[in-house]
């Protein structure tokens, strides 16, 4: 028989997350909102992903006519020849990046998350993941502060700064859920009543 998830982020919960989860989103009561992520912000996800995969390519296949094909001029040298395999190396990362970032992209397609009374759930491919406060045992917030690029020297300290906050939820069976503002267009629509749930179930929250 399963354990189940215990109420409350206990010293044992927090070593090892392999309890299982057991509520379901019909437990979690009536939905108060649904958000989904912004249009934008999908498209130019695919867009700059097919870029970087198309760049990437490029950049690859140059280097490598270069250096075996006919018609190409093989480099002569020693550094010549590490100049190219580094150019190649650097485009195969850029497409490799490209299509994770076009796979993240895609998985946003038709994501709708959905905030109750006693946790959230969502949906993403067809398959819903259920948090429940009381099966929630860490929540991981990581905010950057950057200054807009709009001045150099003494006077990039005056410009003002932009904050991005990104969350990372881990569920009691190790399920982890990752939002940031191209996951949801107001992050304060889950951050405020994960704070809220944090603070009345003693769930453990990590700032970076």
Same mark, same amino acid.
């Given at each position: 028989?399963?354990?189940l998830c215990?109420?409350? =982020?206990t010293? $044992?919960?927090? $070593? #090892?997350?392999t309890?299982?989860?057991?509520?379901?989103?019909?437990? +979690?009561?009536k939905?108060?909102?649904e958000?989904k992520?912004?249009?934008?912000?999908?498209v130019a996800?695919?867009? +700059?992903?097919?870029g970087? /995969? /198309?760049?990437g390519?490029l950049?690859?296949?140059? &280097?490598?006519?270069? &250096?075996?094909?006919a018609?190409?001029? =093989?480099?002569q040298?020693t550094?010549d020849w590490?100049g190219?395999?580094?150019? #190649?190396? +650097?485009?195969?990362?850029?497409?490799?990046?490209g299509?994770?970032?076009? &796979?993240?992209?895609?998985?946003?397609?038709g994501?709708?998350?959905?905030?109750?009374?006693?946790?959230?759930?969502?949906?993403?491919?067809?398959?819903?993941s259920?948090?429940?406060?009381?099966?929630? !045992?860490? !929540?991981k917030?990581s /905010?950057?502060e $950057? @200054?807009l =690029?709009l001045?150099k020297g003494?006077? @990039?300290?005056? &410009?003002?700064?932009?904050?991005?906050?990104?969350?990372t939820?881990?569920r009691?069976?190790?399920?982890?859920?990752?939002f940031d $503002?191209? /996951?949801?267009? @107001?992050?304060? +629509?889950?951050?405020? =009543?994960l704070?809220?749930?944090?603070?009345?179930r003693?769930?453990k929250w990590?700032?970076?």
């Amino acid at each position: 028989m399963r354990e189940l998830c215990k109420f409350g =982020p206990t010293d $044992e919960t927090m $070593e #090892a997350t392999t309890k299982s989860s057991v509520r379901t989103a019909v437990s +979690l009561g009536k939905v108060t909102y649904e958000t989904k992520p912004n249009v934008s912000n999908v498209v130019a996800g695919f867009i +700059l992903g097919v870029g970087l /995969v /198309v760049g990437g390519l490029l950049l690859m296949g140059s &280097m490598l006519r270069q &250096m075996f094909f006919a018609g190409g001029h =093989p480099p002569q040298g020693t550094s010549d020849w590490l100049g190219a395999i580094v150019l #190649a190396s +650097l485009g195969l990362g850029l497409a490799v990046g490209g299509v994770l970032l076009v &796979m993240f992209a895609r998985s946003l397609v038709g994501f709708r998350l959905r905030v109750c009374a006693d946790g959230f759930w969502f949906t993403r491919a067809n398959q819903q993941s259920v948090f429940a406060w009381d099966e929630i !045992v860490l !929540v991981k917030e990581s /905010v950057v502060e $950057e @200054r807009l =690029p709009l001045a150099k020297g003494a006077a @990039r300290h005056l &410009m003002p700064t932009k904050t991005t906050r990104t969350y990372t939820v881990v569920r009691c069976d190790g399920e982890e859920f990752y939002f940031d $503002e191209n /996951v949801i267009q @107001r992050t304060s +629509l889950l951050a405020g =009543p994960l704070t809220t749930a944090a603070k009345s179930r003693g769930i453990k929250w990590e700032t970076d």
